[in-house]
């Protein structure tokens, strides 16, 4: 079990960035694929990015070239930088946790919100 806090979100004009962090607990931090996934209003949860524990990455093709994950296995965090942000983007943003990169761990933070307005 790994406990999860997500913090960073905020209010961003459209063209806007934001950084989202996410603190994991335990010490096996290094050895998990961590992602970053979003869930809008009555829509299902799905990722937008990741990185194994090599640091190799992936992302959907909506935020390819805007966003950027990376991870500090020193301080058990995983970011996700934000450009360019679209009113689209706007979404409650999770990180999570897998032993794989086509997994999903079981368990979840609390989220942040992202709102993208003018």
């Known amino acids: 079990q790994v406990q999860l806090v997500e913090s960073g979100g905020g209010l961003v004009q459209p063209g806007g960035s934001l950084r989202l962090s996410c603190a994991a607990s335990?010490?096996?931090?290094?050895?998990?694929?961590m992602g970053w996934y979003r869930q809008a209003p009555g829509k299902e949860r799905e990722l937008d990015a990741l990185?194994?524990?090599?640091?190799?990455?992936n992302y959907v093709d909506s935020v390819k070239g805007r966003f950027t994950i990376s991870r500090d296995n020193a301080k058990n965090t995983v970011y996700l930088q934000m450009n360019n942000l679209k009113p689209e983007d706007t979404a409650v943003y999770y990180c999570?946790?897998?032993?794989?990169?086509w997994g999903r761990g079981d368990d979840w933070g609390q989220g942040t919100q992202v709102t993208v307005s003018s």
């Open positions: 335990g010490s096996r931090f290094s050895v998990y694929v």
């Open positions: 990185i194994t524990s090599g640091g190799r990455t």
């Open positions: 999570n946790a897998a032993l794989t990169p």
